[in-house]
Structure formats: C-alpha cells, structure tokens
C-alpha cells in the first residue's frame, strides 16, 4: 500500500503547526491550537509507520500522544481563564506582566 500521501498530509500538519507557533504571538488560543495540530501530526506518523510495520507499538505512542495532548490543553485553557479573570485580556506581548 502507498503511504506517502499521509506521510505528506503528516509533514503539512507539523509545518502548519510549527508555523503557527513560531509565527503568531499574540494570541496564545492559537499558539495552543498550533502546538495540538504538531502534536497531532506526529500521532499521525506514529500510526502510519505502525500500520506499515505491522507492529502494534506505534499506536500505543500515539494514544499516549493523545492522552498528554487533551492533558496539556485541559490545563493550558484553565491557566489562560485564570489569566483573563485577573488581567482582562489573554495577548502573549502582555504576559510579561506576570514576573511582577
């Protein structure tokens, strides 16, 4: 079976998830948004070369991938609603406001 078609889709979502996080900061839902997307992506390479080497372990990575991903958003958008509540605004260029 041909593979390479995902492993492009896979490569497009990490670049687009990378370039999200590199390129936007401002506002920090879609940095969060960008790194779930890279992490995504990578989850997606775990099951493509599970599925070509027939072995059972990359989709196992790729549910922990998952697991640690919703983790790390469920605690990110709590952190971020606890920003907002103090601050009244969630723009990166501001967060240097916190060190004081």
Do not use: P, W
């Amino acid at each position: 079976m041909d593979f390479i078609h995902f492993f492009f889709v896979s490569a497009l979502l990490f670049i687009i998830g990378v370039g999200g996080v590199i390129l936007n900061r401002t506002n920090i839902v879609v940095v969060l948004m960008s790194l779930e997307l890279a992490l995504l992506s990578v989850s997606l390479n775990f099951i493509i070369f599970s599925v070509c080497l027939g072995d059972l372990m990359g989709q196992i990575f790729a549910i922990f991938i998952l697991i640690i991903a919703a983790c790390e958003s469920s605690i990110g958008l709590a952190i971020i609603l606890v920003y907002f509540r103090v601050r009244g605004s969630i723009r990166i260029d501001q967060a240097s406001l916190l060190k004081s």
